[in-house]
């Protein structure tokens, strides 16, 4: 190579950014949620699919970012908001698009990752699509925690009427502990605000699927008479799942939850072997589980985050979140869409090679004259 | 959100990585080249597609890299060699790889990303496929420093027989300057050894090709008849190039190169807005020219690395380095393939949450075992 040369890297905007706008946090991943915000802030102008849930609030939400725009000098057309699955459809394969943003279900992220992904430039799709945030309880936590754990569970699942991405859908527990009998006179019995009426027609309609699996019986039937549900839990056992995961690991999105009775704790090991990528995986343990490396090792392939006691539902936005995974938990596993990690999916590096000082970016001029963090070698 | 929980986030492997060897490089891009070692630097498991160019040396490659992971004590099945199209095609759809590194022609290159992304489970897919380089020279450079800048453009065309993915193949020169006329008694008359015969077959073709189009004339005519060939330069204006840019800006893979005319200096400006994403762009310029920063404005948009004043055809392995850019130079905008920061792309962020001491991964442990950089809030 000879003498290196005098190469400076800066990280750009990629481009506009589609994001298509979650139903289940309409303020804080719709308009103007998470993934318009780090679009934003990396330099990237953003066009907004709205979601259908929340039509009237995207577009007063929309009235908000523009009149702040505006108010702190960006350019004209730096945002705008599209309403309506044609306009998401024209707008991930419009060739001036450089990168789409997506939290929703398995099946409408998979299909704009496909368009994305077959333009004929391709773009990075960053999908945040399903993830059922399975619970692993050791024999020994339910022998010393049972009752607590229980109800913390029902607490997490039901949050926001099982509305959350990190919703706990799945309980893995001793059935010698006989934890499932506690259920009935835990979960509340009373109707959960559900967001809109699609998702109340896909809660019903998959809750009852899951409900006829062989192998699943009730232990708690929710409400569907009237417009909004109550809980339900259901119950199956390892040797079930094991033998029938792709009918039984299912994301419910909803205030429903399937507990699952293994007679060897060994099973644990099983289900985190076979599982899909998750946004989280959560343990229940005591600091002396034998068990605890290999199920925290196993987990840790197959999840963005590993709880230990903890419950899944609160996603901390800070420096250290990763609230992504293996796919189907998203489209980009390298990736999160919570924390201050998301913007970096907007930026690419740029090095420029020999440039003389007043034709470089402020930000790679010597005396670094914007003050950021560099490193210099 | 409360609280904040005690979060730990740390970079770990993303599973087996199918690295598809590099003809040009038979050393540092093929079966031990920067995608095989920035994949086990990120601790993954690599499977290298041996190119049909060598597959002799891969296999000799192979064994030095088997002896080398033995004798530093790595776990068997680490790293392997598979050979043929067919083997290839099968390892990136095989469900256990979970992301695929590539360097070569757009059109293999992209039939891959579509195997990879097209899987039941869509993994990332590296690619470096094709680049022009495009050199823009301006008014003043031209005047200043022409005949240096033709004599230098014509060492970095030619070198290595002109197989550098970096290889400037368009320069683009202001028809006053007359530098055309210099090329005829500067680019060496003699062979240069292409590296087997697909290449000299396709580089025939091509050449016949772009020598075919409309508007193209022949500067210097390549040798064809000898078993390699001599270089060629080729020479159009840029009102032909803005024309029918799909026909004329277009990677030809050894000793080539198309001299743009232009009569106005702004037609750079056209170009660097018309043209597709780069490896690499470059400008030969003077300090005071006009142009200059809107020049580098646009091409950082296109390219990830601009030059200035320097050939592109060295491509330093440094923190700096940015060997990447916009489709189709790769498939991922955000990443590169040389340098420090390649390894990133075999990684995946896993955030613990509430782990005890003993559980985290000894990176992540307070004391700071392994004496890495962290950063704490």
Known sequence: MGPRPDLRRVLEPLGPVVVFAASNFPFAFSVAGGDTASALAAGCPVVVKAHSGHPRLSAATAEVVHHALRSAGAPEGLFDVVFGTEAGRAAIVDPRVKAGAFTGSIEAGRALFDLATGRPEPIPFFGELGSVNPVFVTEAAAERRGPEIVSEFVGSFTL???????????????????????????????????????????????????????????????????????????????????????????????????????????????????????????????????????????????????LWNQWPTGVSVTYAQQHGGPYPATTAPGTTSVGTEAISRFLRPVAYQGVPQHLLPPALRDGNPLGIPQRAS
Chains 1, 2 share one sequence.
């Open 160 to 306: 926001g009427a099982g509305q959350f991405c990190t919703k706990p859908g799945i309980l893995l527990v001793p059935a010698s502990a006989k934890l499932v009998d506690r259920l009935p006179g835990t979960v509340p019995g009373n109707a959960l605000t559900l967001l809109n009426d699609r998702i109340r027609t896909s809660y019903a309609s998959a809750v009852r699927e899951l409900r006829d699996t062989a192998g699943v019986r009730v232990v708690v039937s929710g409400d569907h008479a009237a417009t909004d549900p109550s809980p339900t839990v259901l119950c199956t056992t390892s040797a079930e799942l094991l033998g029938d995961p792709e009918a039984l690991i299912r994301e419910v999105f909803g205030p429903a939850a399937l507990v699952v009775e293994y007679t060897q704790e060994s099973e644990l090991l099983d289900v985190a072997r076979l599982i899909d990528g998750q946004l989280t995986a959560s343990i229940q343990g005591e600091d002396d589980d034998a068990i605890a490396a290999e199920l925290i090792r196993l987990l840790a392939a197959k999840a963005g985050r590993v």
